[in-house]
């Protein structure tokens, strides 16, 4: 009797302190799921911000919208034909070309500039300058070579010339290392605009305005030179890859090659226009007063000019404006779905490219904030019960009431 006594008193021992270990242990632990949680949530908050920062072509709305009026960005992609040559994509019946985009943009013009006679803006006090802004590209990839007073300083072997209207640097503000943007006249000489990348591989310094860069056999004269982001995304989505922008209608005259190399009728006949091309890509500033009217004057203006129609066209709009906020990205990612459909048949911007990126990062890192958020509450419920509990049933028969200390561990 005396054996299964003394073994009984062990066990009940040695389970006591267990359990008091364990309490210790679990005391201890809101603690470190409130630090957690602030560690969590901070780095979220800080990574979302970075992420954010570097999608500055997403914000043109912001850039030119000011009290008298918002804006709303928007960005229509369209298919076209590949080419083998490494010209830019041949229109197609379904996507868009520039004849299609002059017709919607006569139609959107009478609209906001009706907009803005029927006192649609009246609340916003005085008269709008510049209601609207638009502008269309597309991209073909060449060779290039750099030269410096005929000398030739560096060559890639494959580089995105991307054809743009006037307005293109309006809705993409880029921040210029130097010079600036393309003229919307270039008289007799092609005037190119660089890429950081592109500037750096041709002739190892940003600082090359008025050096030549040789293109399917023809000169462009530099007028500037851009940096487009260098971050993680722009690393990961070709942002940084070596780039060139040039007048949407000199897309036509790299496709037919250098100036006299045309030598029969039959040639003449084959040459490319730039009404033979693709426009990829279309966006547009819009005056948004009402949130979302922006959209629908778009969606009316094509439905009006090129017969367009939400389910059966292969066109796809997005909405720059507000891609980042919580409700966008809940309506695109949740319940778990391709937010993008058709995306195969296009030729996607690396801009947009970016920002698709972007908003997965931007999701995954809200989803990191909201648990940085619950970790703090519930340990910060978890350490109220501590303090205002009770106290451990499992205390050592030796444990003192009048011990100060050691009462004070044990509250739960």
Same mark, same amino acid.
């Given at each position: ?30 603690? *470190?799921?409130?630090?957690? !949680?602030?560690? =969590? ?5 800080? #990574?979302?911000?970075? +992420? /954010?920062?570097? $999608? ?117 503000? *880029?921040?210029?290392?130097? !010079?600036?943007? =393309? ?5 007799? #000489?092609?005037?190119? +605009? /660089?890429?950081? $990348? ?137 319940? /778990? ?76």
């Amino acid at each position: 009797m005396e054996f299964r006594t003394k073994m009984k008193n062990f066990i009940k021992r040695k389970w006591g302190d267990l359990c008091r270990h364990c309490h210790y242990v679990l005391m201890g632990l809101p603690f *470190f799921l409130v630090i957690g !949680g602030i560690v =969590l949530s901070t780095a979220s908050v800080i #990574r979302i911000r970075k +992420v /954010l920062d570097g $999608q500055s072509f997403q914000y043109a709305a912001d850039y030119f919208e000011s009290k008298k009026m918002p804006y709303r960005q928007l960005t229509v992609l369209g298919p076209g034909l590949a080419t083998d040559d490494g010209s830019a994509p041949r229109k197609s019946s379904r996507g868009l070309d520039i004849e299609k985009v002059e017709q919607i943009h006569e139609v959107l013009d009478t609209t906001e500039l009706s907009a803005i006679g029927n006192g649609r803006m009246s609340s916003k006090g005085a008269e709008i300058v510049n209601p609207w802004k638009d502008c269309y590209s597309s991209a073909a990839k060449y060779p290039a070579r750099g030269f410096l007073e005929k000398k030739e300083t560096g060559s890639v072997d494959a580089c995105e010339v991307i054809g743009v209207s006037n307005d293109y640097a309006v809705i993409h503000p *880029f921040c210029y290392e130097s !010079g600036g943007f =393309l003229p919307d006249e270039n008289g007799d #000489r092609f005037s190119i +605009v /660089l890429n950081t $990348q592109l500037a750096w591989n041709l002739f190892h310094s940003y600082q090359v305005l008025g050096s030549l860069v040789e293109i399917n056999g023809l000169s462009f004269q530099v007028v500037g030179v851009v940096n487009e982001g260098k971050d993680e995304i722009a690393e990961t989505t070709g942002v940084t890859a070596p780039r060139a922008y040039v007048q949407f209608r000199q897309l036509a005259a790299l496709a037919n090659g250098p100036v006299g190399a045309v030598s029969t009728a039959d040639d003449a006949s084959n040459l490319v226009h730039d009404t033979d091309f693709a426009v990829t890509c279309y966006e547009v500033l819009l005056m948004d007063p009402i949130k979302n009217i922006a959209y629908n004057d778009l969606v009316q203006a094509m439905a009006d000019s090129i017969g367009y129609s939400e389910d059966s066209s292969e066109l796809q709009i997005i909405c720059n404006t507000s891609r980042f906020h919580v409700t966008s990205l809940w309506k695109k990612y949740f319940p /778990l779905k391709k937010s993008y459909s058709g995306s195969d048949m296009l030729q996607i911007p690396y801009y947009e490219r970016s920002a698709r990126l972007a908003e997965q990062y931007v999701v995954f890192w809200g989803e990191a904030l909201v648990v940085g958020i619950v970790l703090v509450i519930a340990g910060g419920g978890y350490i109220y019960a501590i303090f205002h509990g009770k106290e451990t049933r499992h205390k050592r028969e030796d444990d003192s009431e009048d011990d100060h200390e050691i009462s004070y561990l044990d509250k739960t």
